[in-house]
């Protein structure tokens, strides 16, 4: 199978749905003329002209406001965000009007958008371009939450939210875009709301998403070195929520530790320990333990990223204590 990189595997994925249906367009800051701040929309506006690949002003509430009304008209927009950092200022639309217009109009009105663009931390960019908001989103009904580790999920999760009547938030990486992965030439789809077992295990499970299932799988294998056998989940889609791959790894493991770049507080993590005491506590053997960015704002020093963030040394010594403790 050839091997691809993650933005090509994006590129790939926009164009092929692109191709079938002219209703689909891609907007968003520099995605034409400069071929997108990562190069993943490059070589598009060549093939599409500049009326299906748009650049936009620097304005997100603006744009993402333009998309809401063109999905509400029979469009499928497509709105990149330089960052998610940036669609802060979108917000409104996204929260308020997109997340919302199913319901409000009783089912008359439905917006099939794709927000995607990095999120998370991607090295020394500091407190305001570092946050992590998986959780911000897939706390508000209406939305659906894609955050793909590789570029395989990435091409068929991107191509079966396009094809979504809902709004999606489909969470990149600016650390995972030159990430190379198998990518068959033939076309396919991923399920959304399916997560994924990246490595078969016993002793314990290790649950993550996005750029932290590198870290979740570094981890793993340093264990497997001292003979613990984790078992490493990819959740894939945030919302909705694969709880019940979790439970059914909990119940052969009868460990867990969950690896969320977001803070603590209300994170991604903070659900699943939720659903898990609620749907598998008779098969933990100890409590859900979770290895989250720290509770702070990210700063610019190199020696307070690192600390920051969570890293293989931190999970390997976690689950040790769920193991021994």
């Not at 690949?53 to 709105?79: H, K, Q």
């Not at 009904?141 to 709004?167: E, F, R, T």
């Not at 507080?265 to 903070?270: H, T, W």
Request: net charge negative.
């Amino acid at each position: 199978m050839r091997e691809i990189r993650y933005r090509e595997a994006l590129r790939e994925a926009m164009s092929e749905e692109m191709r079938k249906d002219a209703s689909i367009v891609l907007m968003g800051e520099e995605v034409a003329e400069y071929n997108g701040a990562y190069k993943v929309s490059q070589g598009m506006l060549d093939e599409f002209g500049p009326d299906r690949v748009i650049d936009t002003p620097i304005s997100e509430l603006g744009f993402a406001g333009i998309a809401v009304g063109a999905s509400m008209n029979g469009m499928r927009p497509i709105v990149e965000f330089m960052t998610f950092n940036f669609a802060v200022l979108a917000l409104d639309q996204i929260v308020n009007a997109a997340a919302k217009m199913m319901a409000m109009s009783a089912g008359q009105f439905t917006c099939p958008i794709v927000f995607r663009g990095p999120s998370g931390s991607a090295g020394q960019l500091g407190a305001q371009h570092s946050q992590v908001f998986e959780s911000w989103y897939a706390n508000v009904p209406g939305l659906k939450v894609i955050s793909p580790s590789n570029p395989y999920d990435a091409k068929g999760l991107m191509k079966s939210a396009i094809l979504d009547n809902d709004p999606v938030i489909f969470m990149e990486s600016e650390l995972m875009y030159s990430d190379s992965g198998e990518v068959p030439e033939e076309e396919y789809y991923i399920p959304i709301g399916k997560a994924d077992v990246k490595r078969e295990g016993s002793d314990v499970t290790i649950v993550s998403y996005n750029k932290m299932m590198k870290v979740a799988l570094g981890a793993a294998d340093e264990l497997a070195k001292d003979g613990v056998s984790a078992e490493v989940i990819d959740l894939r889609t945030i919302r909705p929520l694969d709880i019940h791959t979790i439970v059914e790894s909990v119940k052969k493991t009868n460990r867990i530790v969950v690896v969320d770049e977001s803070w603590p507080y209300g994170s991604v993590s903070s659900e699943i320990a939720y659903q898990l005491q609620k749907d598998a506590f008779d098969y933990l053997d100890a409590p859900v333990r979770r290895v989250n960015g720290a509770d702070t704002s990210m700063h610019y020093a190199p020696n307070l990223v690192e600390a920051y963030l969570p890293s293989p040394a931190k999970v390997i010594q976690v689950v040790k204590e769920v193991m021994y403790k």
